[in-house]
Nanobody, 121 residues
């Protein structure tokens, strides 16, 4: 039906940058909000950043000023530019999108498979 495919994770030194991408594909009628969450070992999944279809954004306090979320509605893709990375940013990053599948009436949350981001000190 629909899927979210993430890319761009990896290993980087503290102070470095990474850019995550997440592309939605399949029988999509519409996409509402898109966002990024992360889960570190032994911790709960937490919101990193979210962006509405119109471009309004919201960030976790821990990443404000360092991370930037953006989206390309024509490509059904959301991005997360991560700068000034810190070891505490190490986690599996998950893409989330609220989407309406073609032929259905409701929006549901969909998740990507996750991509590992590791920041070394």
């Amino acid at each position: 039906q629909v899927q979210l495919v993430e890319s761009g994770g990896g290993l980087v030194q503290a102070g470095g940058s990474l850019r995550l991408s997440c592309a939605a594909s399949g029988s999509i009628y519409s996409i509402d909000a898109m966002g990024w969450y992360r889960q570190a070992p032994g911790k709960q999944r937490e919101l990193v950043a979210v962006i509405s279809r119109g471009g309004s954004t919201n960030y976790a306090d821990s990443v404000k000023g360092r991370f930037t979320i953006s989206r390309d509605n024509a490509k059904n893709t959301v991005y997360l530019q991560m700068n000034s990375l810190k070891p505490e940013d190490t986690a599996v990053y998950y893409c989330n999108a609220r989407m309406q599948v073609a032929g259905t009436l409701h929006l549901y949350d969909y998740w990507g498979q996750g991509t590992q981001v590791t920041v070394s000190s």
